[in-house]
């Protein structure tokens, strides 16, 4: 429990009476309430402390010492018994104060005084001074250096992260590891970690035990296939294949040859073209290389996507549902009636309202046949058959 003492409002008997400040019950708050409390702050200063309406207090030349106070502004009700003098206030008070002990040189102390509060009159005498109190104001305290110590105290921005010192000897927020514990039920595992490069992914850690936890690693690289945008990426076994769709439309790893090009060397062209009556060829026109004649619609080997001359205006070289490339009506777009409609070029994909309203060929969502189930799911998840009540069902798990 922390100790606290209480300020009484003091003034002599018979003296002016001042206004005080009226908090919503009507008490006057012309009292102070002061804790003891944990401060680290050791400042090293010297003051002079000028009580100009009462000179014997004044005080010169007083070493500051450690806070041992902080104090607010209260008001005193349901005194028992009542007080001796009720009709003795204080002026009012607004400000927090931090009291921290002093040593002042003092050859002559003040003199006796004969003091009245609302408690009682007295002599008081032996007057030493101890304590000097300062405003104070409550803030958030960012990340930094505590006074002139080397202790590292304060609040991020970023609720996750910790201030500490840093591997420069400075006072800075980083991130927390958060990694640890187990996936959730979809398998997945949250948190940050230290290093930029490393994601927080399950991991097995003991070869007796097959419950994964959650550790900072590298992350392994996605395997060639269909991504969440309906194109074909990912990593292939053997670095020079690329991830492109092959001619029945699945996204397979293959050998692509280089495609037409100019030889800087020799400035000569060489390369692959979309079509087997294709040549590489000069281009007077753009002095570069180009694949002559003009092609018609089919599968650019160089790429895997559809490419080539289309002989109705408007009609473009795009995949078809069964993955061959064919001369299609205007792609996804919206119509007179604001409409989506028109074709897409990758196989699973359909021309619907996206987010913000536009149309563009979108992932078709998971679904199906059970039998064949297909279709895009979020990142983590796969399309395929959940057990389902009284049916089963095509969904992402």
Same mark, same amino acid.
């Given at each position: 429990?922390?100790?606290?003492?209480?300020?009484?409002?003091?003034?002599?008997?018979?003296?002016?009476?001042?206004?005080?400040?009226?908090?919503?019950?009507?008490?006057?708050?012309?009292?102070?309430?002061?804790?003891?409390?944990?401060?680290?702050?050791?400042?090293?200063?010297?003051?002079?402390?000028?009580?100009?309406?009462?000179?014997?207090?004044?005080?010169?030349?007083?070493?500051?010492?450690?806070?041992?106070?902080?104090?607010?502004?209260?008001?005193?009700?349901?005194?028992?018994?009542?007080?001796?003098?009720?009709?003795?206030?204080?002026?009012?008070?607004?400000?927090?104060?931090?009291?921290?002990?002093?040593?002042?040189?003092?050859?002559?102390?003040?003199?006796?005084?004969?003091?009245?509060?609302?408690?009682?009159?007295?002599?008081?005498?032996?007057?030493?001074?101890?304590?000097?109190?300062?405003?104070?104001?409550?803030?958030?305290?960012?990340?930094?250096?505590?006074?002139?110590?080397?202790?590292?105290?304060?609040?991020?921005?970023?609720?996750?992260?910790?201030?500490?010192?840093?591997?420069?000897?400075?006072?800075?927020?980083?991130?927390?590891?958060?990694?640890?514990?187990?996936?959730?039920?979809?398998?997945?595992?949250?948190?940050?970690?230290?290093?930029?490069?490393?994601?927080?992914?399950?991991?097995?850690?003991?070869?007796?035990?097959?419950?994964?936890?959650?550790?900072?690693?590298?992350?392994?690289?996605?395997?060639?296939?269909?991504?969440?945008?309906?194109?074909?990426?990912?990593?292939?076994?053997?670095?020079?294949?690329?991830?492109?769709?092959?001619?029945?439309?699945? #996204?397979?790893?293959?050998?692509?040859?280089?495609?037409?090009?100019?030889?800087?060397?020799?400035?000569?062209?060489?390369?692959?073209?979309?079509?087997?009556?294709?040549?590489?060829?000069?281009?007077?026109?753009?002095?570069?290389?180009?694949?002559?004649?003009?092609?018609?619609?089919?599968?650019?080997?160089?790429?895997?996507?559809?490419?080539?001359?289309?002989?109705?205006?408007?009609?473009?070289?795009?995949?078809?549902?069964?993955?061959? #490339?064919?001369?299609?009506?205007?792609?996804?777009?919206?119509?007179?009636?604001?409409?989506?409609?028109?074709?897409?070029?990758?196989?699973?994909?359909?021309?619907?309202?996206?987010?913000?309203?536009? #149309?563009?060929?979108?992932?078709?969502?998971?679904?199906?046949?059970?039998?064949?189930?297909?279709?895009?799911?979020?990142?983590?998840?796969?399309?395929?058959?959940?057990?389902?009540?009284?049916?089963?069902?095509?969904?992402?798990?």
């Amino acid at each position: 429990m922390k100790k606290f003492v209480v300020a009484i409002a003091a003034g002599a008997l018979g003296g002016m009476l001042c206004s005080p400040a009226v908090h919503a019950q009507g008490a006057a708050l012309d009292h102070l309430i002061c804790y003891r409390m944990q401060d680290k702050l050791l400042p090293k200063a010297t003051v002079d402390m000028l009580a100009n309406l009462q000179p014997e207090f004044t005080q010169k030349g007083c070493v500051i010492g450690k806070p041992i106070q902080f104090c607010v502004p209260a008001a005193k009700t349901n005194v028992q018994p009542p007080p001796v003098n009720p009709n003795i206030v204080g002026q009012s008070l607004d400000d927090d104060y931090i009291c921290y002990q002093a040593k002042c040189p003092n050859p002559t102390p003040p003199p006796s005084k004969l003091i009245v509060d609302q408690f009682g009159k007295r002599q008081q005498r032996a007057y030493k001074p101890s304590v000097i109190c300062v405003p104070a104001k409550k803030t958030v305290l960012g990340c930094g250096f505590l006074g002139t110590s080397k202790v590292c105290g304060g609040t991020c921005p970023d609720p996750t992260a910790t201030c500490g010192i840093d591997t420069a000897g400075q006072c800075n927020c980083t991130p927390k590891n958060t990694c640890d514990g187990r996936p959730d039920k979809a398998g997945a595992c949250g948190g940050t970690c230290p290093d930029p490069d490393l994601r927080c992914l399950p991991d097995v850690t003991s070869a007796t035990s097959n419950a994964p936890v959650c550790r900072c690693k590298k992350p392994v690289p996605p395997v060639c296939g269909i991504t969440a945008d309906g194109v074909c990426g990912g990593t292939c076994p053997n670095l020079a294949d690329k991830c492109a769709m092959d001619a029945v439309g699945q #996204c397979t790893c293959q050998s692509l040859p280089a495609p037409c090009a100019m030889n800087t060397a020799d400035r000569t062209c060489g390369g692959a073209c979309p079509h087997a009556d294709q040549t590489c060829l000069p281009d007077t026109a753009t002095n570069a290389c180009s694949c002559q004649p003009p092609a018609a619609c089919g599968q650019d080997p160089t790429t895997g996507t559809c490419a080539g001359d289309c002989p109705t205006t408007g009609d473009l070289c795009l995949f078809r549902s069964d993955g061959t #490339c064919a001369c299609q009506p205007q792609p996804c777009a919206s119509d007179a009636a604001g409409i989506c409609g028109g074709a897409c070029q990758l196989p699973g994909q359909q021309c619907q309202t996206d987010a913000t309203g536009a #149309c563009n060929c979108v992932p078709a969502p998971c679904g199906g046949d059970v039998s064949a189930c297909s279709g895009a799911c979020p990142t983590g998840k796969t399309c395929g058959v959940v057990v389902g009540t009284p049916l089963d069902y095509c969904g992402c798990q």
